[in-house]
Nanobody, 115 residues
Framework: QVQLVESGGGLVQAGGSLRLSCAAS????????MGWYRQTPGKQRELVAR???????SYADSVKGRFTISRDNAKNTVYLQMNSLKPEDTAIYYC?????????WGQGTQVTVSS
């Protein structure tokens, strides 16, 4: 099956930057989109950004102008460049992959932004 492995999370000060990576491996076919979601305790998982096979991108209003999603098709990898980080960006970030017939989730990587 498909496996997604995230990396790049950590602790940064407000105003700092992080770059998350998500590498997909296994049986992959007909990828429609890859994206990033985040979740904090007591709250629902929310979409942060996604990119389709046609390179269309979507962002949550809260991160527009600060985050940028990109992909490397040859490596089956998606990235999330996060700039001007705020304490409210603190969450576990999950990578997501959607195909024509199924979807997969990564294990999550912690992002903590100190004030």
């Amino acid at each position: 099956q498909v496996q997604l492995v995230e990396s790049g999370g950590g602790l940064v000060q407000a105003g700092g930057s992080l770059r998350l990576s998500c590498a997909a491996s296994g049986s992959i076919s007909s990828i429609n989109s890859m994206g990033w979601y985040r979740q904090t305790p007591g709250k629902q998982r929310e979409l942060v950004a996604r990119i389709t096979s046609g390179c269309r991108t979507s962002y949550a209003d809260s991160v527009k102008g600060r985050f940028t999603i990109s992909r490397d098709n040859a490596k089956n990898t998606v990235y999330l460049q996060m700039n001007s980080l705020k304490p409210e960006d603190t969450a576990i970030y999950y990578c997501h992959l959607g195909t024509t017939w199924s979807e997969s989730w990564g294990q999550g990587t912690q992002v903590t932004v100190s004030s």
